[in-house]
């Protein structure tokens, strides 16, 4: 399975809405409610922020939205924070019980 | 407070066999529910789901099909763990593994991640 496609980086100022994409094909995001997103800091885990294309964890703020249309699925953080900047990875169910990750998007807070 | 502890050597030598543990505290790698999974990130391919096992009333494990033939990821129930072995490894392997959980294990997704253990292969 090939990668997941997100951009590069993505970039906000404080108080603002940046969107993510993540694009796949039919055999994984288009066919599966099974997408998630995590952000990671320098040297630390990923952090689970959005499963099941749009559920949140308890304890992940609800600035963090996710949705998804045919094959691409997004990921919206509103009233961007310092905080907020880090890497965001999306995942996806691909057929035959694999997991394909996109990847990455940096996001910046200007 | 569920917990996931990883152990195992940080270099390995091309050729050889790359073997990691993840203690589980806090939950059971015979959980009904969950799955138990690697995953490992290098700048050259980013995050990479390597494979996981979950045991109902025996143990089954799922493999990246890239993997297939040189991975084997295996419970140990008595000790509550699981473990990875990596088989013929090259440089390509050097990445930051990590072991995490999957809550259910048919949602595929990971709320649980361990520290991570940074292995590189090098002879």
């Known amino acids: 399975q090939s990668a997941l496609t997100q951009p590069a980086s993505v970039s906000g100022s404080p108080g603002q809405s940046i969107t993510i994409s993540c694009t796949g094909t039919?055999?994984?995001?288009?066919?599966?409610?099974?997408v998630s997103w995590y952000q990671q800091h320098p040297g630390k885990a990923p952090k689970l922020m959005i499963y099941?294309?749009?559920e949140r964890p308890s304890g992940v703020s609800n600035r963090f939205s996710g949705s998804k249309s045919g094959n691409t699925a997004s990921l919206t953080i509103s009233g961007l924070q310092a905080e907020d900047e880090a890497d965001y990875y999306c995942?996806?169910?691909?057929?035959?019980?694999?997991?394909?990750f996109g990847g990455g998007t940096k996001v910046t807070v200007l | 407070q569920v917990q996931l502890q990883q152990s195992g050597p940080g270099l390995v030598k091309p050729s050889q066999t790359l073997s990691l543990t993840c203690a589980i505290s806090?939950?059971?790698?015979?959980?009904?529910?969950?799955?138990w999974n690697w995953i490992r990130q290098s700048p050259s391919r980013g995050l990479e789901w390597l494979g996981r096992?979950?045991?109902?009333?025996?143990?089954?494990?799922d493999y990246a099909v890239s993997l297939r033939g040189r991975i084997t990821i295996t419970p140990d129930t008595s000790k509550n763990q699981f473990s990875l072995l990596l088989n013929s490894v090259t440089p390509e392997d050097t990445a930051v593994y990590y072991c995490?959980?999957?809550?259910?294990?048919?949602?595929?997704?990971?709320?649980?991640w361990g520290r991570g253990t940074l292995v590189t292969v090098s002879s």
């Open positions: 099941e294309v749009s």
């Open positions: 096992t979950y045991c109902r009333s025996k143990c089954y494990h």
């Open positions: 995490a959980r999957d809550p259910l294990a048919y949602y595929w997704y990971f709320d649980l």
């Open positions: 039919s055999s994984d995001v288009g066919s599966y409610n099974l």
């Open positions: 995942s996806s169910y691909a057929n035959s019980d694999t997991l394909v």
């Open positions: 806090g939950d059971s790698v015979s959980s009904n529910s969950a799955a």
